[in-house]
């Protein structure tokens, strides 16, 4: 499996907005400094995120990002493939050609892992991980907020939560 840092950070990502979210918009310079993650690196990544629908951007003094969606209506999967994470154990991408152009002894195997990897990924929430961060902490989050004061907007139809 080849699950690069592009995967990893954009969950840790995700796991940082969500738990600020609720104060309004969430600056990706202030997850770039706590997660220690490039800026510009977080500026690609979310682009990948608003395009799939897993978070919304608020422009202007005070914006940043949303979660455009429940907690509990995303999953790891739906980060990393939001991203272009291919989940794949296989070194042929599932083609069969993996050996001179042939299928090798142990596709099966890789072919096997690869679904057991995608159904366990799929079973985990963004709600949940964010759940084992609060219980970590002992419920607490320490919100950074930028030096700017903002008024989180409200959102038509929208609800945003980080549990059900």
């Known amino acids: 499996m080849r699950l690069t840092t592009k995967g990893r950070f ?4 995700m796991i940082d907005l969500a738990l ?3 104060e309004g918009p969430v600056s990706l310079a202030g997850i770039s400094d706590r997660q220690k993650i490039s ?3 977080l500026e690609q990544l979310f682009g990948k995120l608003r395009r799939y629908g897993l978070v919304e951007s608020v422009r202007g003094p005070g914006g940043g990002y949303c979660l455009a969606r429940r907690t509990s209506e995303m999953t790891v999967t739906d980060i990393i493939r939001a ?3 291919p989940l794949d154990a296989t070194q042929c991408g599932g083609r069969e050609n993996c050996r001179d152009d042939e299928r ?7 072919t ?7 159904e366990f990924l799929s079973s985990v929430t963004l709600a949940e991980l964010v759940d084992q961060q609060l219980r970590k902490t002992g419920g607490h ?6 030096a700017r004061r903002f008024k989180p907007r409200a959102r038509a139809n ?4 980080l549990t059900n």
């Open 20 to 22: 600020r979210c609720s």
């Open 141 to 146: 989050v320490a919100i950074i907020q930028d």
């Open 39 to 41: 800026l510009s690196y």
């Open 104 to 110: 090798c002894m142990t596709h099966e195997l890789w």
């Open 83 to 85: 991203v272009d994470e």
């Open 112 to 118: 096997t892992l690869n679904d057991k990897m995608y």
């Open 10 to 13: 954009a969950v840790t990502a």
């Open 158 to 161: 929208k609800s945003v939560s």
